[in-house]
């Protein structure tokens, strides 16, 4: 079993930066695609950034090219989501996610273990 644990979500107005950090826990690091989904309530999780262990491999949301960039540690088993110039239409709840394996993938269903979970608010 897989435990993720994130932090960093908060309160931030528009045209600022934010950073999640997400430590992972139950299997070897290296073994786990990382990523990060989000989601309003009512509505379905959307892919936002996938990093591999294999290669260092990254990919990011379309929306979020050039203004989030996802990194991980492997020292110290943690993924990072640095998430700068925040719209307000950022604002949702962001969840940390791991897969086992070597693909990114950016469909939520691939998906096997999540986080609790982190608000992020982007005010205007």
């Known amino acids: 079993q897989v435990q993720l644990v994130e932090s960093g979500g908060g309160l931030v107005q528009a045209g600022h930066s934010l950073s999640l950090s997400c430590a992972v826990s139950?299997?070897?690091?290296?073994?786990?695609?990382m990523g990060w989904f989000r989601q309003t309530p009512g509505n379905e999780r959307n892919f936002v950034a996938g990093?591999?262990?294999?290669?260092?491999?990254?990919k990011n949301a379309d929306a979020v090219k050039g203004r989030f960039t996802i990194s991980r540690d492997n020292a110290k088993n943690t993924v990072s989501l640095k998430m700068n110039s925040l719209k307000p239409d950022a604002t949702d709840v962001y969840y940390c996610?791991?897969?086992?394996?070597?693909?990114?993938?950016?469909?939520?269903?691939?998906?096997?273990?999540w986080g609790q979970g982190t608000q992020v608010t982007v005010s205007a």
């Open positions: 139950g299997r070897p690091f290296s073994t786990l695609v």
């Open positions: 996610v791991a897969r086992e394996g070597n693909s990114i993938y950016s469909a939520a269903n691939s998906y096997a273990y």
């Open positions: 990093t591999s262990w294999w290669r260092q491999g990254r």
